[in-house]
């Protein structure tokens, strides 16, 4: 009887342990302008509603524009490193999301869209930690042959 609730209690441990760290993650996070530094003149992400289950990830994200216009979309990513493939707004999509150092969640995309000078791409490498209550959000933009890096605060 010991031995069996042993094993049962091991095997919950195996299973819950590595989800807690991840599950911290749940829920809707909006930008703290304040420790912030929000572009004036470009879309940012505004605010983004997580949920991690086992080794899957759902975001809605939203980005505002300066004149606060909302385009929200969901994005449903494995945890394993795999291709996730979506069209946003008529712009291919290609995500990984993987699970990160201490906790940490790492996001590499790579959005296509069609402008004045033809075809271009956006690739952005996300580095997602929670800390007590703020989602730190750590990113590297590429676009147009220019670089934008940026760290980004997220409230509950």
Do not use: H
Request: proline fraction near 3%; charge should be neutral; aromatic fraction near 10%.
């Amino acid at each position: 009887m010991k031995i069996r609730n042993l094993i049962a209690s091991l095997s919950f441990l195996l299973v819950v342990a590595p989800l807690s760290g991840q599950t911290a993650f749940n829920g809707e996070w909006k930008i703290d302008t304040n420790k912030s530094a929000v572009p004036t003149d470009q879309l940012y992400l505004s605010k983004i509603n997580i949920q991690v289950k086992a080794d899957s990830i759902l975001t809605t994200r939203v980005y505002q524009s300066p004149d606060g216009q909302e385009f929200p979309f969901q994005e449903n990513m494995s945890l394993n490193g795999k291709e996730t493939k979506l069209t946003i707004y008529d712009m291919p999509r290609v995500t990984k999301a993987q699970k990160g150092e201490g906790g940490s969640i790492l996001i590499d995309s790579k959005t296509t869209f069609y402008g004045n000078g033809g075809e271009d791409n956006l690739t952005a490498q996300e580095t997602w930690k929670v800390d007590g209550n703020t989602l730190v959000l750590n990113m590297v933009n590429q676009m147009s042959g220019q670089e934008y890096k940026g760290t980004f605060y997220y409230n509950k």
